[in-house]
């Protein structure tokens, strides 16, 4: 199997790669589980997503594209969500850091010089630390929501609304 390699890619260097993949795609599935454990919070009718969809993120090559969509789709739940429950937090939360995040895994995915690819590396680590630290601090601020008032809170405004 090893005699189709290129002379300069030894089996130790392939298997440094083989390692580094299991442990991102693990890293994309604690990043997942963040995501579906807070979509689980979220009320059935202001979920834009179901939350068994989040596992696509850790699917390689298909989250490239479905990155975008977690960022939309995640930030219209909560936004949905936080509405109803009348909590104050910024506008469309998580929207920001999520597309920063998407836009640099997408040019990571692109062959460029390896010095731009290495500073679009940098940018996207902290953009998807952050942005996966967000997505953390809401799940937070909703399940202790919950813990106070209960899954289906109603606000006083929505209930003379419906």
Do not use: C
């Not at 989250?63 to 936004?79: A, G």
């Amino acid at each position: 199997m090893f005699e189709i390699l290129p002379e300069h890619i030894t089996k130790e260097l392939l298997l440094v790669f083989v390692i580094a993949t299991i442990i991102r795609i693990i890293i994309w599935i604690f990043f997942g589980y963040t995501i579906y454990s807070t979509l689980k919070l979220v009320k059935k009718e202001n979920q834009n997503i179901l939350p068994g969809q989040a596992w696509f993120v850790a699917v390689p090559f298909f989250n490239i594209y479905w990155n975008f969509e977690v960022v939309r789709r995640l930030t219209d739940s909560l936004n949905n969500e936080f509405y109803d429950r009348e909590l104050e937090v910024e506008e469309r939360p998580t929207q920001k850091w999520g597309m920063l995040f998407a836009w640099t895994f997408l040019l990571t995915n692109i062959p460029l010089p390896p010095f731009i690819l290495t500073v679009i590396g940098i940018l996207h680590l902290v953009y998807f630390i952050t942005y996966w630290v967000k997505i953390h601090q809401h799940k937070a601020l909703l399940k202790l929501h919950i813990e106070r008032f209960g899954k289906d809170y109603v606000s006083e405004r929505n209930q003379y609304e419906n």
